[in-house]
């Protein structure tokens, strides 16, 4: 009898283990990173800083350091290598972010029509297999869109459709980092080499003009860093965030299908507002920046802006998925805690204007072949990269619709528990590593006090 009741106890933590065991890891996770990290910072909305001066600090003049001076810069430099001194994220104000800021903006701005051809041509094109059939069945969200990003940015780089080899090349690199981003895998610096090397002996072939006065090689860790890294990740994140939405809210995405892009504009509005692609944007003070009644925040501070925080307050019921928070006649939104594209004074997102058109077109494209289904967890950071079951749109939904939505549910649940082990392990691992290695500290070590801030 007693040896019944143990093995009942025991199956029943066992069984119990991905409801409680993932979050008591993450807590685990950040009290590791903690101590490893340094706990410098200083987060916005805080206890110094409240929602109400979220905007005014984050605006600031004196908020415009980037990398240099923070031990949380020795993380992103790592995530982010080959080549994070080439970053257009991750430079210092000077003349070299100069030049790099204005090649991205040249490189970005094509006019809206050929963007969205571009895009509905990218995006129907991974919409169907190697065979040309269309694709069905349970997908990762994330995987699925990231062949249509990488052949779009190639193409806005090098003016030409993009060739496979390339494209997995470009897929292969983006999805490492994002993969180590999120802890859930270390880095291959084979397969981000392997990329570089492509993008030096591809350079006479690039339209654009690069930013000056760089040596080949930094001009391919430029490209590599902004248009084959940052654009294809945060582009499939950003689709595959909303199509998991939809896939999550069957009346919405009814609605979308319509064909009604104001209301697409709504429901990718309210996506981003609950699940910004940045979790945190970290600034170095340059200077004091006061607060009033004679306290300030003291140059080289380390701000930590918190995103989800931010888009949470004010806003009632805030954890629903509503679009119709951005619907005509409710409050602008430049009156809204919502700024998904980061602050306009404060070095935002140059692809403001054309991601959001973009992502309409990849939602719209996807909607009208398919039924979205998923009932996996979707959360901020979307390790799982989005499961959905893509049902050609018309066709029927089989007896085994529903079976697959089950097993779909139950697979994530134990995913999620193994994946949290996982990313503890290679998170403590990765923080320990970029901490030995420093290589955002030693960069700046390393270059003569003139030359400081290029
Ligand atoms: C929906 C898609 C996107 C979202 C939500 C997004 C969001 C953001 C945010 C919030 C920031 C500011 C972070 C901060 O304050 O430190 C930022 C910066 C940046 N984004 Fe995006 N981004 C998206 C797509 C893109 C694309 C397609 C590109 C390709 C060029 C891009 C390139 C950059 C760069 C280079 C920066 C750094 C700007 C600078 O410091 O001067 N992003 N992005």
């Keep these: 009898m007693l040896t019944a009741l143990w093995a009942a106890a025991a199956a029943l933590v066992v069984i119990s283990l991905p409801r409680w065991l993932p979050g008591r890891v993450v807590a685990v996770r950040g009290w590791v990173f903690t101590r490893i990290n340094g706990d410098e910072s200083i987060p916005v909305p805080g206890d110094l800083v409240g929602v109400d001066r979220f905007r005014e600090v984050y605006s600031h003049p004196a908020a415009s350091g980037r990398s240099r001076g923070a031990a949380l810069s020795d993380l992103f430099w790592y995530w982010l290598s080959p080549g994070p001194e080439m970053h257009q994220e991750h430079l210092e104000e000077g003349e070299r972010y100069d030049a790099v800021a204005l090649a991205t903006r040249r490189i970005l701005s094509v006019p809206r029509a050929r963007a969205e051809a571009l895009t509905r041509r990218c995006v129907t094109r991974t919409l169907r297999d190697g065979q040309?059939?269309?694709?069905?069945?349970?997908v990762r969200l994330r995987d699925l869109m990231m062949p249509a990003w990488a052949e779009f940015s190639y193409e806005l780089v090098f003016g030409e459709e993009c060739p496979p080899y390339a494209r997995d090349l470009i897929v292969g690199n983006a999805d490492d980092v994002v993969t180590a981003l999120k802890c859930c895998g270390l880095r291959h610096m084979d397969r981000r080499d392997r990329l570089t090397a492509y993008l030096v002996e591809s350079l006479p072939r690039v339209r654009q003009e690069l930013p000056p006065g760089l040596t080949d090689r930094e001009q391919a860790l430029y490209l590599q860093g902004t248009f084959f890294?940052?654009?294809?990740?945060?582009?499939?994140?950003?689709?595959?965030?909303?199509?998991?939405?939809?896939?999550?809210?069957?009346?919405?995405q009814d609605r979308a299908r319509g064909g009604d892009d104001r209301y697409l504009?709504?429901?990718?509005?309210?996506?981003?507002?609950?699940?910004?692609?940045?979790?945190?944007?970290?600034?170095?003070?340059?200077?004091?920046?006061?607060?009033?009644?004679?306290?300030?925040?003291?140059a080289g501070s380390v701000l930590c802006f918190d995103y989800p925080s931010f888009h949470r307050a004010g806003f009632p019921d805030p954890e629903r998925f509503d679009p119709e928070r951005f619907a005509p006649g409710h409050a602008p939104v430049r009156e809204l805690n919502h700024i998904p594209f980061g602050m306009p004074a404060n070095r935002p997102c140059p692809a403001w204007r054309l991601a959001p058109l973009m992502m309409r077109v990849a939602v719209r494209?996807?909607?009208?072949?398919?039924?979205?289904?998923?009932?996996?967890?979707?959360?901020?950071?979307?390790?799982?990269?989005?499961?959905?079951?893509?049902?050609?749109?018309?066709?029927?939904?089989?007896?085994?619709?529903?079976?697959?939505?089950l097993f779909m549910r139950f697979r994530d649940d134990w995913e999620n528990l193994w994946r949290s082990l996982v990313q503890l392990v290679l998170g403590t691992y990765m923080v320990w590593d970029a901490r030995r290695l420093r290589l955002c500290e030693r960069h700046f070590a390393d270059l003569p006090g003139d030359a400081i801030r290029s």
């Design 265 to 298: 504009d709504q429901v990718i509005s309210e996506t981003l507002r609950l699940y910004p692609l940045f979790g945190i944007a970290h600034r170095v003070t340059t200077g004091d920046i006061p607060l009033g009644e004679g306290s300030a925040i003291p």
């Design 132 to 138: 040309g059939r269309e694709r069905r069945g349970v």
């Design 229 to 252: 890294n940052t654009a294809v990740v945060q582009m499939s994140e950003a689709t595959a965030h909303v199509l998991m939405a939809l896939a999550q809210h069957p009346e919405v």
């Design 365 to 405: 494209e996807t909607l009208r072949a398919y039924r979205l289904d998923s009932t996996a967890a979707h959360t901020r950071s979307l390790p799982n990269r989005g499961p959905c079951l893509l049902t050609p749109l018309g066709a029927p939904r089989g007896p085994g619709h529903r079976l697959t939505l």
